[in-house]
């Protein structure tokens, strides 16, 4: 059971969540097999207890689908510039519209993620292709995080941070 009174995403974490990193989320149906999108977004709650990943609902259904089957999704979190990657689970997670708000933290995403792949060689204007959300359908997967996780490469990959039985 969770701590209600001390969230999983402490002030580092969080930094690290809003500073442009690449996002993945992937969740699984009920025979077990995977289903991924890229996310295009996402917004930490001003108390760090919940986390919309905002998604392309178009590219997105399947994915969507199995978190409203079940609840449970894995978001990656990785900086492109130094292959830091975090990994947040929620057995919590659900479905919602996107709001003006959202869409208004994908612009922010867009303008951090630009600024990462910029410093590695990808120009700017390669941003919006990749995360295809401009003119489309968006929805947010809203998690409480239970645990997170190190994925950077290296021997610590896999360490549980916090959370979790």
């Known amino acids: ?15 690290f969540i809003e500073g442009g990193v690449s996002v993945s989320v992937a969740a699984r149906d009920h025979r077990l097999r995977p289903s991924l999108v890229r996310a295009c977004g996402l917004r930490l ?15 997105a259904e399947p994915l969507l689908a199995d978190v409203l089957a079940h609840g449970r ?19 919590h ?10 869409r208004g933290a994908v612009e922010q995403y ?14 700017p204007p390669f941003v919006p292709s990749l995360l295809g959300w401009r003119g489309a359908e968006l929805a947010a997967i809203v998690l409480q995080p239970d645990a997170l996780y ?7 990959a896999g360490v549980k941070l916090r959370g979790g039985a």
């Open 1 to 15: 059971m969770l701590d209600a009174a001390v969230p999983l995403i402490d002030d580092d974490t969080a930094r």
């Open 93 to 102: 997670a659900r479905v919602e519209p996107a709001d003006a708000m959202d």
């Open 150 to 156: 190190s994925q950077t490469p290296g021997p610590r």
């Open 110 to 123: 867009e303008a951090r993620f630009a600024a990462q792949l910029d410093a590695i060689g990808y120009a």
């Open 45 to 59: 709650a001003q108390d760090r207890r919940l986390l919309r990943i905002l998604v392309v609902r178009a590219q």
């Open 73 to 91: 999704v894995a978001v990656v979190l990785s900086e492109v510039t130094t292959h830091r990657t975090l990994q947040i689970k929620s057995m």
